[in-house]
């Protein structure tokens, strides 16, 4: 294995861990904090942390001509991503969300697909087959065996969508010349740009909340937004294709599943537990045999 190789692999490990334990603490935060303004409060905190630690390292700012892009890639991957997630959240458990999200490496495989040419293999379609297939069954079997489609499981489609395009733009931005840290940074700034709208409120509910509250904000904002941004930016860098990298989503919903119940007590639904065996079976075929040339 390749020294690159093995950066990507570290990477992309040690962000999905990161991220993956946002939705426990999204829960925790979420006691307190509504939607929107919470996703302002995490975006503003995280945009001018990175801002002031990439100003000490000497980071560029963006050229005039792509400060647009920026505002693209913010209102992907940290203004749709996150309210939408945070809707899904609020009735969801945390297993069943970050299952739907981690369908995002297959949305990120077919846009790259069509922007990149990068192929996708027969194996590759069986693959997102499943995890499609996998997909249907949660959002139609709820915990008590009945057949409805559940309206939050549709916003945690929506967010895994963003993502996906939060992956290309990423893709795009370093392809331009951009570090991870400028990546992460402008976007996030941009996303604060975008959801400016709910400061008042944002600063308001943090001004009032309890020290929990605060504190799962603070990660939230600095370790599992900048810091995984930057690293899972870093992993795109090394990354030869997209997909090497989006596809270390799949192993969120077991991370995440295990901490919602240390942290919070929660067990998924049987309908968490044959969807989301359906779409791991997937994932892993679409990671360990799909991408092989």
């Not at 946002?22 to 509504?34: G, M, R």
């Not at 995890?131 to 549709?154: E, N, Q, R, Y």
């Not at 537990?273 to 779409?279: E, L």
Request: aromatic share 12%; charged share 10%; glycine share 8%.
């Amino acid at each position: 294995m390749t020294t690159q190789k093995k950066k990507v692999i570290g990477y992309s490990l040690f962000t999905i861990f990161l991220w993956a334990s946002a939705y426990p603490l999204t829960k925790i935060a979420q006691e307190h904090f509504t939607v929107v303004p919470l996703a302002f409060i995490r975006s503003f905190i995280a945009g001018f942390f990175m801002l002031a630690v990439g100003k000490l390292q000497g980071m560029q700012m963006p050229r005039k001509k792509d400060i647009p892009l920026f505002f693209l890639s913010g209102a992907l991957g940290y203004v749709i991503y996150t309210v939408a997630m945070n809707i899904g959240l609020q009735t969801l458990p945390s297993a069943t969300c970050s299952l739907l999200v981690a369908t995002s490496p297959i949305m990120t495989a077919i846009i790259a697909a069509k922007v990149y040419s990068e192929k996708i293999n027969l194996i590759s379609w069986c693959a997102i087959f499943i995890a499609f297939a996998g997909v249907v069954i949660l959002l139609l079997w709820d915990s008590g065996g009945a057949f409805s489609i559940d309206a939050a499981m549709l916003w945690m489609l929506l967010s895994a969508a963003s993502w996906a395009g939060y992956n290309i733009m990423t893709r795009k931005l370093v392809t331009m010349g951009y570090t991870s840290m400028q990546i992460t940074c402008f976007s996030m700034l941009g996303a604060a740009v975008w959801l400016c709208f709910w400061s008042v409120d944002g600063f308001r509910e943090m001004a009032t909340g309890e020290g929990k509250h605060i504190l799962s904000l603070l990660y939230l904002s600095i370790i599992s937004n900048a810091v995984g941004c930057i690293l899972w930016g870093k992993a795109m860098v090394y990354a030869e294709k997209t997909s090497e990298v989006a596809n270390f989503m799949f192993l969120s919903p077991l991370l995440s599943a295990l901490m919602s119940f240390l942290l919070l007590r929660e067990v998924p639904g049987m309908g968490t537990f044959i969807g989301g065996a359906v779409i791991i079976s997937g994932l892993l075929l679409f990671n360990l045999k799909g991408q092989k040339k």
